[in-house]
Structure formats: C-alpha cells, structure tokens
C-alpha cells in the first residue's frame, strides 16, 4: 500500500505565498510522476502541475510564472507565489508509481489540502 500524505494548505491574502508539501510513503519501487491537482466548488478537478521522473515539469497556463513544482525523493512541493482569489480550491497530491517490478502503474492520492484565497 501507498500513502500520501499532504500539508501546507491555509488561508492567504492576495499576492501572498503558500507551500504545499505531499510524501509518499509505503511499497514503493519507482515513481513514474508526481504532481497536483486542485478542484474548486462546482468545477472539474484540474492538472495543476505535474513533474516527471526525468524532472520535466508540465504546469496549468494559468499558474505559470507564479506556482513552482519541485521533488526530493518520495516528497513533491508546490510553491505557490503571487496567490489569486481564483486559486482557491481542495489542492490534492497525485503520484503514478509502481509498487515493485511485478506492479503495474498505479495511480495514489492525497486526501486533499484546503487553500483559500481572501482579504
């Protein structure tokens, strides 16, 4: 088994920063991805922004320049800087990993970390 485990969400002024942090733990062998994603009221769940095993990083055009997505080991981060009311949303970790050689991919998540944006 898996676990993710997330932290770092709050409330936060406009313009502000806030850092998300999601580990991983449990039977792991490799990690293909790992990336987050966010899920406002009434709307789909959206890629925020991923980072591949060969540190490729994919981001939401929306967040670029402003949301930073880095790894160490089996923990993903998420910088988030110059914060908009519009990113308020449940932020959740994600990771595509295999448990062992005789696993096929997989897909965890996190249970979800709240962020808010307000004055």
């Known amino acids: 088994q898996v676990q993710l485990v997330e932290s770092g969400g709050g409330l936060v002024q406009p313009g502000g920063s806030l850092r998300l942090s999601c580990a991983a733990s449990g039977n792991i062998w490799r990690i293909n991805t790992m990336g987050w994603h966010r899920q406002a009221p009434g709307k789909q769940r959206e890629l925020v922004a991923s980072i591949s095993s060969d540190s490729s990083r994919n981001y939401l055009d929306s967040v670029k320049g402003r949301f930073t997505i880095s790894r160490d080991k089996n923990t993903v981060y998420l910088q988030m800087n110059s914060l908009k009311p519009e990113d308020t949303a449940v932020y959740y970790c994600?990771?595509?990993?295999?448990?062992?050689?005789?696993?096929?991919?997989?897909?965890?998540w996190g249970q979800g970390t709240q962020v808010t944006v307000s004055s």
């Open positions: 994600n990771t595509n990993l295999r448990e062992s050689p005789l696993h096929f991919e997989a897909d965890y």
